[in-house]
Structure formats: C-alpha cells, structure tokens
C-alpha cells in the first residue's frame, strides 16, 4: 500500500552513463514532482507534471529529462553523468497542496 | 528566491520548546512544513494558507503572518521524536500555488 514508489533506492553508476529512476504513486494525484537534495540537505524543485503536461521545469542541465507516461508515473532519465549529479532525488505527488514524497533514490557518481 | 530559515539548528532536552522562523523576500501564496529524519523523506507536518493562520499537530503547531511574509514552527514540550530536519516550504503568489522552494532547513536535536 505503498504511497509513492521509487526505485532503484541505491544508483551508483561511472561518470558518463545514462540512468534512470522510476517513480509510482498510487494516491491518484494529478501532479508530481521531481526534487533533488544535495549533500547539504538543500531540498530543491527540479520538474512538476500535472495530468502528464510539464508545468515547472526549474534551470536544470538539458541532460535531465523526465517523462509522464501516465498520471501515476514520472520518470528521471540522465544522460552523460557528471560527478555533480551524486545526491538523492526524491519524486513527489500533490492532489491540492500537501506533498507525499517517495522515499528518495540516493545516485552516486563515481 | 529560497526562503530563509532560522536558527540552523537548535539543541532541546526533552520537554523544551522551540521556535523555527521561515521568512521570505516575496508576497507569499502558502507556507508548508515538513520534517525530515536522517535517511528518510520529508513528511508533511502543515499548510498554512491565509495570513495569520494558525495550525496544529500535535504540540507542534505554525503561525502565518502575510504582512511580514513569516511563518513560524512551534514545538511545544518537545519530545525525542521531534528530532530532525525541519523545512518551510514556499508557495509564491507570482508562481502560483503548486511551485515549493524550500528553505535550508533547521536541524533539531532533542536529547534526554
């Protein structure tokens, strides 16, 4: 009965590969979130879907790319990882203003 | 623009309480709080949506001040469980009420 879903939980990867994180909600919210926190616990917005439409996209690298299937679903793709890249990402959803967050995917690039 | 918390972090013995400040330097649409223990996801605590609302959880509860574009985080007779990272996140009224960015937080530490 999971809220929000992501996996994988642990990402270590090289530097230069492509990889991808998948989050699921269950909660039949029409928006979701992606987040990442860096290594000073600085929470910061990186996209918002609502009903699969793209409605925030904070400046972030071009190689960051999501994609909304569906309304239950918001992927992460990166390409060409950089060393700047290691931190956890959490996915998030929202119906109306409170925001669940998924338990977060911590990436490193090594 | 991100908000600005204040203190950093706070150290309480159990039963002490504690004040968290979020300000911000634009017209704000809401204020939210959230708590984050070490390893875990941020978990919603309150909303506050028009000014000088007050909420409740618990014995922690938020004041909201529009005027002085401030919110404030009580913790009332602080228990073990409250320890973790505190954020206000904001909601701006150019940006619309979805868009969060979050302040730096505020580490509490509640000991024995």
């Known amino acids: 009965d999971t809220a929000v879903s992501q996996t994988p939980k642990y990402l270590v990867t090289q530097m230069g590969n492509d990889k991808s994180i998948k989050c699921e909600q269950n909660?039949?919210?029409?928006?979701m979130y992606w987040y990442k926190q860096d290594s000073k616990k600085f929470l910061k917005i990186m996209f918002s879907?609502?009903?699969?439409?793209?409605?925030i996209n904070e400046t972030v690298p071009n190689r960051f790319s999501p994609k909304s299937p569906d309304k239950a679903h918001l992927n992460l793709h990166i390409n060409s990882l950089e060393l700047g890249d290691s931190a956890v990402y959490f996915c998030?959803?929202?119906?109306?203003?409170?925001?669940?967050f998924g338990p977060g995917t911590r990436l490193t690039v090594l | 623009q991100q908000p600005v918390q204040s203190p950093q972090a706070v150290i309480l013995r159990e039963g002490e309480d504690a004040v968290i400040n979020c300000s911000s330097s634009?017209?704000?649409?809401?204020v939210h709080w959230y708590r984050q223990k070490h390893g875990e996801a941020p978990v919603f605590l309150m909303i506050?949506?028009?000014?000088?609302e007050q909420k409740g959880h618990e014995k922690i509860s938020a004041s909201f001040n529009v005027k002085k574009q401030q919110s404030s985080l009580y913790l009332t007779a602080s228990q073990l469980s409250y320890s973790g990272t505190y954020f206000c996140?904001?909601?701006?009224?150019?940006?619309?009420?979805?868009?969060?960015?979050f302040g730096s937080g505020t580490r509490l530490q509640v000991q024995p």
């Open positions: 998030a959803s929202s119906r109306y203003n409170e925001q669940f």
């Open positions: 909660l039949g919210h029409d928006t």
């Open positions: 879907y609502n009903n699969k439409e793209l409605i």
């Open positions: 634009k017209a704000l649409y809401s």
């Open positions: 506050l949506l028009k000014g000088g």
């Open positions: 996140g904001t909601a701006y009224m150019d940006t619309g009420r979805r868009a969060l960015t």
